[in-house]
């Protein structure tokens, strides 16, 4: 399935809600490709109002979105097939590529795997 065809089937809105309320310290399951492009879109929206409004404000916006935005790139590389101890590449360079290949581009699983059932079985 193509991402476009991914962000068709969950909302922006839909996201954010199961990302932010339902899914804010998890760190097991799958997530889509398109829930974790809307989260990210939704994590640079609210970083930038933070930052234009205040610079302390900014700093407790990030501190809280540091647990769901962790908990979704974990969900996506297990959407993978992947372990989420892989974002511990984030912290190399060289490691960034794969890592970003994974979470935005590699398309998840169709059947389920080891982490459980595809989350776009509607």
């Known amino acids: 399935m193509s991402i476009l065809q991914e962000l068709k089937i ?22 889509s490709r398109a829930d974790y492009i809307w989260w990210m879109l939704f994590s640079v929206i609210i ?32 959407d993978s097939n992947k372990s989420g101890w892989n974002l511990l590449w984030s912290l190399t360079i060289i490691g960034i590529v794969p890592l970003y290949y994974w979470l935005i581009f590699k398309a998840g699983d169709e059947e389920d795997n080891v982490y459980g059932s595809n989350p776009l079985d509607l």
């Open 10 to 31: 969950i909302s922006f809105d839909d996201s954010i809600k199961k990302n932010l309320i339902n899914n804010y310290f998890n760190f097991s399951d799958r997530s």
């Open 47 to 78: 970083n930038l109002v933070g930052s234009q409004l205040d610079l302390q404000l900014s700093i407790i916006i990030s501190i809280i979105m540091i647990p769901p935005g962790t908990g979704i790139s974990i969900r996506r590389l297990h």
